[in-house]
Structures are given as structure tokens and as C-alpha cells.
């Protein structure tokens, strides 16, 4: 059972932008490093981005820098995925994750995260 919820995918066409959001109902994970996963049709799933629980540290695949940003709102318990200039390449299923400590921010890793959400479809298409 998945403890964090997605929201916020959809069909856009290319150079679009989105903004995916987790939370993580009837829990507290202010304290936890957070990150957003992908996984396209046939491929693993990869590590997007990364963002520890106190902002210190922070990780962005080279192949979404510049175009996406990871944020998180504790008061909120919260964690943001804004994507801008979105290609069809984007096009996967997204994944929000939750770890009480990673080792290292761009842990690539699956099974050092906590909690995990269902996903939440991303369709870039023109």
C-alpha cells in the first residue's frame, strides 16, 4: 500500500510545464529526504531528482536540469516537481519517494526509500 499520493500529471504537448505534487496523508515526513523517480515503458526506473528533508542538499538528473525543479514545503508536508519546456522524452510515470536518510543525495538505489506513491502519468505529445 502505497503511503504518498501523486497529483498533477497529464497529457501536455512539448514545451509545456507541469507541476507534480506528493503528500503523504495521516503522516509526517518533515523529516525525511524526498525525491521524484520516472519510468518510461520498458526502461528502469531512474532518479529525477532529490531534495533533502532540511533543503541542504539537492540532485537533478542532467537530464531534466535546467527545465525541472525540485521544492518541498514542510508545513505543508509536501514535495513539488515543477517540469518546464517538456519534451516527449519526459513521457513516463512518475514516482514520489520518501527516505529518513539517504546515504547520498542522487541515491539511484530503490531500495533505500522508505515509502513510495503509486505514480502519477506524464504524456508528452503533440
Known amino acids: 500500500q502505497a503511503q504518498l499520493v501523486e497529483s498533477g500529471g497529464g497529457l501536455v504537448q512539448p514545451g509545456e510545464s507541469l507541476r507534480l505534487s506528493c503528500s503523504a496523508p495521516g503522516r509526517t515526513f518533515s523529516k525525511s529526504d524526498k525525491a521524484w523517480f520516472r519510468q518510461a515503458p520498458g526502461k528502469e526506473r531512474e532518479l529525477v531528482a532529490a531534495?533533502?528533508?532540511?533543503?541542504?542538499?539537492?540532485y537533478h538528473a542532467d537530464s531534466v536540469k535546467g527545465r525541472f525543479t525540485i521544492s518541498r514545503d514542510n508545513a505543508k508536508n509536501e514535495v513539488y516537481l515543477q517540469m518546464n519546456n517538456l519534451k516527449p522524452e519526459d513521457t513516463a510515470v512518475y514516482y514520489c519517494?520518501?527516505?529518513?536518510?539517504?546515504?547520498?543525495?542522487?541515491?539511484?538505489?530503490?531500495?533505500?526509500?522508505?515509502?513510495w506513491g503509486q505514480g502519477t502519468q506524464v504524456t508528452v505529445s503533440s
Open positions: 519517494a520518501a527516505a529518513f536518510r539517504l546515504p547520498t543525495i542522487a541515491t539511484m538505489d530503490l531500495g533505500k526509500y522508505d515509502y
Open positions: 531534495l533533502r528533508w532540511n533543503g541542504e542538499d539537492i
